[in-house]
């Protein structure tokens, strides 16, 4: 009897990378994703992924921002850092007046039965007080 279930979480073999991590303790982190065969030697044939991680304080407090680096080497990756951390800061405060303008905007309308209760059951309006 079989204990694997359908939606049960599977790595796929194919898609696996080791995960090398750079810091400066002062802006951020870089992580290099190599991709490797289901051995764990080097896989040529795809590429060396760089991902660029930042916390940002808000008045809400922190926010964790990832960014794609595009660089063919970790010295690029780091060059590149500022810029691309920049520019993941200015879409996150754009992502966020958007939602704040959504949720300001947002008008809530009570369902039939909310509003005849506001009426009264008499159907006369207002609010009666017993």
Do not use: C, N
């Not at 073999?13 to 080791?18: F, N």
């Not at 764990?40 to 964790?64: E, F, H, K, N, W």
Request: no cysteine; aromatic share 4%; glycine share 10%.
């Amino acid at each position: 009897m079989s204990t694997e279930r359908p939606g049960d979480p599977q790595m796929d073999a194919q898609a696996l990378y080791r995960e090398d991590v750079f810091t400066d303790q002062h802006v951020g982190t870089i992580r290099r994703l190599t991709p490797v065969k289901s051995d764990g030697g080097d896989d040529p044939s795809r590429p060396v992924l760089y991902i660029g991680q930042a916390t940002v304080m808000t008045p809400m407090g922190s926010l964790p921002l990832s960014f794609e680096l595009e660089a063919g080497g970790l010295a690029e990756a780091v060059e590149r850092f500022g810029p691309a951390a920049q520019q993941a800061i200015e879409e996150a405060a754009r992502e966020l007046q958007e939602m704040r303008r959504q949720a300001a905007s947002s008008i809530v309308i009570p369902d039939a039965g909310s509003a005849a209760a506001l009426k009264g059951i008499s159907g006369k309006g207002g609010i009666q007080l017993p």
